[in-house]
């Protein structure tokens, strides 16, 4: 199973499918998808793309009965677990950790083959700036990627909620009670004989992390995890471990569906392809779902106009190098921040093994969103994150902005055949704005998505075949 952004199931499920080929059974509900494939596929399932959290299934329950008691209602949890089939999920956890061991060597020799280099070069000086950039966004990272609460929802974090996938849960919109809680406990280093390779029994370290939503479970998050944890503890005589824990396991409830699983990731895998992070860095695998909203066709030229950190066109260029991205943002940070993104993905293609890529079809530039340095007509694809007015901006100043981007975009779009896919949290004044644009731009999917807590909308929008304004020639 795997956690996706909030609304792209659909897709998730489709790169599944294209990707894997081999899937014999695939569902998708509420920011998660199922699906059953090999263990030797194991290696290929970490590289999909929409994917943030991956993990496996103990075991499912489509209708649960939960005791309307609640300490019969925990009690049921308890007795569960020793009725739970862990065997062969402990036995691809295991294989999953082999598979990061020697993606951990390969790392290590590559950065060694690269500070050999970097030692023939003179440049060391440089590197030094960019490593203490790095640092410093990364810091930023932590301290603004924080999750945001939507105005008027009713949820219940308890202790320990802060989870890896908290921000990508359901859109809290649309659970009436909702909480998220952790417990740990230990286990043995090798799920079968609990053996080092010195022959050392390793005691292994693990938690529980339960999300829970809806509104008719007389137990809380933290109540159940604690319970379910204690349980699981008895069971295999591991140690409770909230940080430093070996094997995470996960108790996903939702109204009377119930899911058992173990974590395969540690750390999402929205993080990829960004090393400098802004205050509103978008993950990869809401830009990558985006992207395949307006369905790239190789030669396409693809613009994001506010571009940020530039997480959309890195994402675009990756996965669609037969395309070509234009990225550009009106403040200089942003600017340098997504060049800097851009370097850290070249040197990284430079240190894979028999890498033949010469660099990413992808050029960024400083510009005013309101008078592009475009020819008209002369984009095939606009995707971008638009200021939601709370952290960059203001509601009152979108007011303004939305109609103005809406016809600049209109101006360098092809007509016809052009499309744009938008991201906005301030929905009343796209709406507004895209209302007073009607003869340029006609509205097609909407999406519903969950950002950083927030209720947000991706729009797909059809280029229609009416002139849009000219503006100044810049040639």
């Known amino acids: 199973g795997a956690t996706v952004p909030t609304g792209f199931e659909l897709t998730a499920a489709e790169e599944v499918q294209e990707k894997l080929g081999s899937v014999s059974r695939i569902s998708r509900d509420r920011g998660k998808i199922y699906f059953e494939v090999p263990a030797r596929g194991l290696p290929q399932v970490h590289r999909l793309r929409s994917v943030d959290n991956l993990f496996v299934v103990v075991q499912e329950f489509k209708d649960y009965q939960f005791k309307e008691n609640k300490e019969d209602a925990l009690k049921d949890l308890e007795d569960l677990v020793k009725t739970l089939p862990w065997t062969n999920p402990l036995k691809v956890w295991e294989l999953n950790n082999s598979l990061k061991k020697k993606k951990t060597k390969r790392k290590k020799h590559n950065l060694q083959s690269t500070a050999s280099k970097e030692r023939l070069n003179d440049d060391g000086e440089e590197e030094g700036v960019d490593e203490k950039d790095a640092s410093k966004e990364d810091d930023c990272a932590q301290n603004t990627a924080g999750v945001e609460p939507a105005s008027g929802q009713d949820t219940d974090k308890t202790q320990g909620a802060a989870s890896r996938n908290g921000e990508e849960e359901d859109d809290n919109e649309q659970s009436d009670g909702k909480d998220e809680s952790q417990a740990g406990s230990g286990s043995e280093t090798k799920a079968g004989d609990g053996k080092t390779s010195e022959g050392e029994v390793k005691v292994l370290k693990f938690r529980v992390t339960c999300n829970r939503a809806g509104d008719k479970h007389s137990f809380t998050s933290n109540e159940a995890a604690r319970d379910f944890g204690g349980a699981v503890q008895e069971h295999f005589q591991w140690k409770a471990d909230m940080t430093n824990f070996d094997v995470e396991v996960l108790l996903n409830i939702h109204n009377n569906e119930v899911v058992v699983g173990i ?73 340098k921040r997504a060049a800097n993104n851009i370097c850290s993905l070249l040197k990284k293609n430079e240190n894979k093994e028999s890498s033949t890529s010469l660099g990413v079809p992808l050029d960024i530039i400083q510009w005013d969103i309101c008078n592009l340095p475009l020819r008209t007509g002369s984009v095939d694809i606009i995707v971008t994150d638009m200021p939601f007015g709370k952290r960059i901006g203001s509601k009152k100043k979108n007011w303004d902005l939305y109609p103005a981007c809406l016809m600049e975009m209109g101006r360098i779009c092809t007509p016809g055949t052009g499309r744009a896919v938008l991201l906005t949290q301030d929905k009343k004044c796209f709406a507004k704005a895209l209302s007073r644009m009607g003869h340029i731009w006609r509205k097609g999917q909407t999406v519903w998505v969950n950002v950083g807590g927030l209720h947000a909308a991706v729009y797909l929008l059809k280029r229609t075949w009416e002139r849009a304004e000219e503006k100044r020639s810049f040639w």
């Open 263 to 335: 974590a395969l990731t540690e750390e999402s895998l929205h993080r990829r392809n960004i090393t400098h992070f802004g205050p509103t860095t978008l993950r990869s695998t809401l830009a990558y779902g985006m992207l395949r909203l307006c369905d790239p066709q190789p030669t396409d030229i693809i613009v994001d106009p506010m571009c940020g950190t530039g997480a959309i066109p890195i994402e675009g260029a990756t996965e669609w190098p037969s395309c070509y991205h234009i990225a550009g943002d009106n403040n200089p940070q942003a600017v």
